[in-house]
């Protein structure tokens, strides 16, 4: 198939749609996570469906001493791996097409969720995303816009914008594409030293380690559960050697009650080694919160929440998260 370049709405407008659209709005520097999200949208559009992408470098979305000037722009490339991964279009406005006349002076507001995280980090940047997500939202006219997981915070605003304001958009999220040594796909990691990509990895080694740690708290209070803590119980266990496997499941299910503050305390020890490195990792947060409102989740927490983390080494700030459920049922 041949992947159609188009800069204009009109052009978009004019296509012959005998399906629905899928569309995939990326800033360009497209890779294997960009592909795997037109891929995932090529499947669910099917063979009468059509699927857009879009590559815009949104101005709105960079603040104060970001990188803006700098951020990658390779649309020869770009049109290339949509081309190999399904797409049928790749519509890349400039500037004047997607904010005719200037910036917009209305804009949307990300709201309280948009100044948490990301958004205190980067004061404006989730307005000025939902903006550009809503503009392109009514130039491309879909049926339904693909996001990836890594940008957890994005994600989550978008579904919230698309249900609040009645967009009649179907938001679906991907998962998280990484490298094979463990660190999530995105753009920015062209700019790791080899130094400095060492250190990052402590970014997905701690969403691992959190994982990890309350994958084997599940695990016990499972077992726990199986176990009833009784003389009898015991005495039997101990008949064929499984008594110190019993006292051991009963005392971590006490002495953990709810597993969140156990997960960041085991994901923040990676961190902190990172912090000791050379270059070090500087972190901006490590949080672990209810992906509705992207607040801290407490002890009794029952249900999916997300481990996010963003640090910077060297210039390049690099964020990342993993799902985790809580409360799984007996």
Same mark, same amino acid.
């Given at each position: 198939?041949t992947?159609?370049l188009?800069?204009?709405?009109?052009e978009?407008?004019?296509?012959?749609?005998?399906?629905?659209?899928a569309?995939?709005?990326?800033?360009?520097a497209?890779?294997?996570?960009?592909?795997?999200?037109?891929?995932?949208a090529?499947?669910?559009?099917?063979a009468?469906?059509?699927?857009?992408?879009?590559?815009?470098?949104?101005? $709105? *979305?960079?603040?104060?001493?970001?990188d803006?000037?700098?951020?990658?722009?390779?649309?020869?490339a770009?049109?290339?791996?949509?081309?190999?991964?399904?797409?049928?279009?790749?519509?890349?406005?400039?500037?004047?097409e997607?904010?005719?006349?200037?910036?917009?002076?209305v804009?949307?507001?990300?709201?309280?969720m948009?100044?948490?995280?990301?958004?205190?980090?980067?004061?404006?940047?989730?307005?000025?995303?939902?903006?550009?997500?809503?503009?392109?939202?009514?130039?491309?006219?879909?049926d339904?816009?693909?996001?990836g *997981?890594?940008?957890? *915070?994005?994600?989550?605003?978008?579904r919230?914008?698309?249900r609040?304001?009645n967009?009649?958009?179907e938001?679906?999220?991907?998962?998280?594409?990484?490298?094979?040594?463990?660190?999530a796909?995105?753009?920015?990691?062209?700019?790791?030293?080899?130094?400095?990509?060492?250190?990052?990895?402590?970014?997905s080694?701690?969403?691992?380690?959190?994982?990890?740690?309350?994958?084997?708290?599940?695990?016990?209070r499972?077992?726990?559960?199986?176990?009833?803590?009784?003389?009898?119980?015991?005495?039997?266990?101990?008949?064929?050697?499984?008594?110190?496997?019993?006292a051991?499941?009963?005392?971590?299910?006490k002495?953990?009650p709810?597993?969140?503050?156990?997960?960041?305390?085991?994901?923040? $020890?990676?961190?902190?080694?990172?912090?000791?490195?050379?270059?070090?990792?500087?972190?901006?947060? $490590?949080?672990?919160?209810d992906?509705?409102?992207?607040?801290?989740?407490?002890?009794?927490?029952?249900?999916?929440a997300?481990?996010?983390?963003?640090?910077?080494?060297?210039?390049?700030?690099l964020?990342?998260?993993?799902?985790l459920?809580?409360?799984?049922?007996?």
């Amino acid at each position: 198939m041949t992947t159609a370049l188009l800069r204009t709405a009109d052009e978009l407008h004019a296509r012959v749609r005998d399906g629905r659209r899928a569309v995939v709005m990326t800033m360009g520097a497209l890779h294997e996570g960009h592909a795997t999200l037109i891929r995932t949208a090529r499947e669910i559009a099917g063979a009468e469906g059509e699927v857009v992408v879009t590559v815009f470098v949104n101005p $709105l *979305q960079f603040g104060k001493g970001e990188d803006l000037d700098r951020y990658p722009r390779t649309l020869d490339a770009d049109l290339k791996i949509a081309e190999e991964a399904g797409a049928d279009a790749v519509f890349a406005p400039s500037v004047d097409e997607v904010y005719p006349g200037g910036e917009p002076q209305v804009r949307i507001s990300a709201g309280p969720m948009g100044g948490l995280l990301e958004g205190a980090t980067r004061p404006g940047h989730f307005d000025g995303m939902l903006t550009v997500v809503a503009k392109l939202l009514h130039l491309t006219r879909p049926d339904m816009a693909l996001f990836g *997981q890594k940008d957890a *915070q994005q994600l989550a605003l978008i579904r919230r914008m698309a249900r609040d304001l009645n967009f009649g958009v179907e938001i679906v999220g991907v998962p998280t594409v990484r490298e094979e040594d463990g660190l999530a796909l995105s753009s920015r990691n062209r700019y790791l030293s080899p130094q400095e990509r060492r250190t990052a990895l402590a970014l997905s080694g701690a969403l691992f380690a959190g994982r990890d740690r309350h994958a084997a708290q599940e695990a016990l209070r499972a077992r726990a559960r199986e176990v009833p803590a009784t003389r009898a119980r015991a005495e039997a266990l101990s008949a064929i050697g499984e008594s110190r496997a019993a006292a051991d499941a009963h005392a971590v299910a006490k002495s953990v009650p709810g597993g969140p503050a156990g997960v960041r305390a085991t994901a923040r $020890l990676v961190l902190d080694e990172a912090a000791r490195m050379q270059p070090p990792l500087a972190l901006d947060y $490590l949080a672990l919160v209810d992906p509705s409102d992207f607040t801290e989740v407490g002890e009794d927490f029952t249900g999916e929440a997300v481990l996010a983390v963003a640090a910077r080494v060297g210039t390049t700030r690099l964020i990342d998260n993993i799902p985790l459920i809580f409360g799984a049922a007996p």
